[in-house]
């Protein structure tokens, strides 16, 4: 085959090009640590991609909403606590003063103690987490509870997804726990009803609440129940979520992120070959009739 | 006495002819990198004898024949169409290369802001009555309707790009035509001369390779030694010393993208498609995978809008008000350019049907989430082509990027090929500058010898006039 000067020149620029587009890329890769930039550096991969990406962001969405839903759980169950030690004053006050032995003013003062228990335990049943009663249901407008311990929000349940389409309830229901609505004892009634017995000094009708205060507790131990198994499914919920946001930004990486050391090999690999085409162009520009003659 | 003279006139003839050879050569080596140029060749020839001496003829030296080209016909036919492929490969392929709207990590992209809106209305589920949740939802959803919009627009912008490109090369296309005409009128003239016009093949053949890697056309050689060049479907560009040219128009139908017309000599216009060369890869690209990214953002912003303007129309906002549209979107052709928050839910987050049933009283604060959670389950709900949200931008992203991969592939084939074959042509009608030199070399030699010869020939003459 013959070879001219301009062969020599082209395949110098073609070739020198090559090695010089392909450490380029390999830079780009090493600098960057990417090896997926463009859809057409890996088409199935980047569609893959946008469906990680998406699920991992969907995982930590539903992990958040989850550790908040937990958070707000503990904020109830910590108020549910006020409400257990206020219930159980309650009853020690009952069983105290509906035993024979003492005088009137002293359960008048009594009275006066299970009014104070009342107040507390609407105030801790009117917790308020950012703009949001946590026993009002759904009925985020007013708090749940009047200061006499009547009920004013709804029967609905919030509820929070803990794994993409599951849902899961949120919400403790204080007009099962507090009222008579689904049958059990009116806990408030109870205190009342205890509260106007020492106030009239009637040792029996403060020892007849005893059953119902006792009642009332059940009620709010469940109550607690539900919520410590709810914060555990929340609590799982966030572990889940996060390993799972985890596990989709691990596989977008896998899809995307370079190997660095296949990255740096490929570096020096190119580095090297242009070195080699810049060199051999040099000596092929050498070789020539010209340099010889006079 | 005659026959001194002859040697001296025979002497002049040769050194003519050597003259010639070193300037062939010398402007071989001037046109060593011209781009087009095929290699010329002095051919000497023996001047037929016409002296006898006796039986014998005496020889009358060298003269000039011809200044040929060194060119390979069966190569040179295989050219023009390799260049249009290779051009037309490569047009598509830097065309497509250059979107990156649909990267799948790119910051601001529709993936994100998909992902950021799902978020936002799952973050809003928990506590519907929360103001500033209410405010990020429809935040997002006003940051999904501009990345909509950012992403159709910059694919658009690079096929508005593609516009510009065939205006530009239109103009270029025109010109080439018109010089292949011309030259062929000059080629057809010098020739009736009796002469071969190397240079001017040169520089035909120089605009009809660039007319190729433009458009595509397949040069044609005719009987008269005329290159009439046909376009692919068969319309001709130039015909003989006539040629057509290209003219560009607004279509209607292709969203005012330009079209790209063949108006003939005699002003008759025609639509031209299957272009092939720079131009028609540009057009592949534009109408290609280009034009279907951006359907598919149309179909899919509509979809989207549609899909979740009827859940949230079914819902009740803060203030009770419900059967309002989240989005506007308009019309699907074109609706990823016009998504957006409705008016209205964007003045007042409160109308965010976020409620399943309306709140009583109406001003309460509502923690109803019951239709936020029928908006999330529209995450995994078919929106476009049978496909969710996610599932649907993942598909257009795989689309582009093969597109964008098939199109390098192929690029990078047409390319091998193209520069195999145009080494081969350069490896015979190329100029080598040690051929060259050493046919300057020789020619010089040559020439000094011949003035040797003229020289003793004079030295004869001096000595038969110095005879007494």
Sequence with gaps: MRVTDRMLYDRATRDGGAARVRLERAVGVASTGARLIHPG????????????????????????????????????????????????????????????????????TAAAEVGSLLDTMVAALNTKVGNRYLFAGMNDGAPPFTAAGAYLGDARE???????????????????????????????ATLAT??????ANDQAGAAATLTSLAASTDQVAT????????????????????RAGDDARSLSAHLTDADAIQANTELALAQRALEASLTATSKSFKLTLLDYLK | MSDLLAILSQ??????????????????????????????????????????????????????????????????????????SAARSSSQSAALASISALDPEAAGGVGEALSRFWSAMRSASQNPADPGLRQSVVAAARTLGLAFQGTRGSIESARTGVDAQLTGATQEVNDLASQVAQLNGQIRADRAGGGEPNDLLDARQ?????????????????????????????????????????????DPANGGHLLLKLVGPGGSAQALTGLGGELGGAI????????????????????????????????????????????????????????????????????????????????????????LRALLGLETTAVSGGLDATGALAKLTS??????????????????????????????????????????????????????????????????????
């Design chain 1, 158 to 188: 919030r509820q929070v997804e803990v794994a993409p389409g599951v849902w899961q309830a949120a919400s403790l229901r204080a007009d099962v726990a507090f009222t008579a609505a689904s049958g059990g004892v009116d806990v408030f």
């Design chain 2, 11 to 84: 002497g002049a003839a040769s050194l003519a002819a050597q003259r010639a050879a070193l300037a062939t050569a010398s402007h071989n080596l001037q046109n060593a990198n011209t781009p087009g140029y095929a290699r010329q060749r002095a051919v000497l020839a023996t001047t037929i004898p016409a002296d006898r001496s006796g039986t014998a003829f005496i020889g009358r030296g060298a003269v000039l024949q011809g200044v040929t080209q060194s060119r390979d016909r069966f190569l040179e036919a295989q050219i023009p169409s390799l260049l249009g």
């Design chain 1, 41 to 108: 550096d890996d088409p199935a991969g980047a569609g893959m991609v946008t469906r990680h990406l998406a699920a991992a962001s969907r995982a930590d969405a539903v992990a958040g909403v989850a550790a908040q839903a937990s958070d707000e759980l503990a904020a109830a169950d910590g108020a549910l606590d006020a409400v257990t030690s206020a219930l159980a004053r309650a009853r020690e006050i009952a069983m105290q003063f509906g035993s024979a032995g003492h005088d009137a003013p002293a359960r008048a």
């Design chain 2, 399 to 468: 689309d582009l990027g093969l597109a964008a991969s098939h199109a390098e592939a192929v690029s990078s084939q047409d390319a091998a090929l193209r520069d195999n074959l145009t080494s081969m042509r350069e490896s015979v009608s190329g100029v080598s500058i040690d051929e060259e030199l050493i046919e300057m070399q020789k020619a010089q030699r040559a020439f000094e010898a011949i003035s040797k010869v003229i020289a003793t020939s004079s030295a004869l003459f001096d000595t038969l006039l110095a005879l007494k």
């Design chain 2, 284 to 371: 592949d690209a534009r109408d290609g995978g280009l034009k279907a990214a951006v359907t598919g953002l149309d179909d899919l912003a509509f979809g989207l809008a549609n899909t979740v303007n009827a859940s949230h129309r079914a819902g009740f906002g803060l203030d009770g008000t419900t059967t309002l549209d989240l989005f506007t979107v308009g019309a699907q052709a074109g609706a990823a350019s016009r998504l957006d928050v409705s008016a209205v839910v964007l003045a007042d987050p409160r109308k965010l049907a976020a409620a399943s049933s309306l709140a009583t009283p109406t001003s309460a604060a509502s923690g109803d989430a019951g239709n």
């Design chain 1, 194 to 199: 205890l509260r106007a017995a020492l106030a």
């Design chain 2, 206 to 250: 120089k605009a009809v390779d660039r007319l190729a890697e433009l458009t595509g056309v397949t040069p044609v050689a005719t009987s008269e030694g005329d290159v009439s060049l046909f376009l692919p479907g068969g319309s001709a560009l130039v015909s003989g010393l006539q040629a057509s040219s290209l003219s560009t128009t607004a």
């Design chain 1, 223 to 242: 109550l607690r129940g539900q919520a410590g198994i709810a914060m555990s499914a929340f609590d799982t919920a966030v572990t889940v979520n996060q």
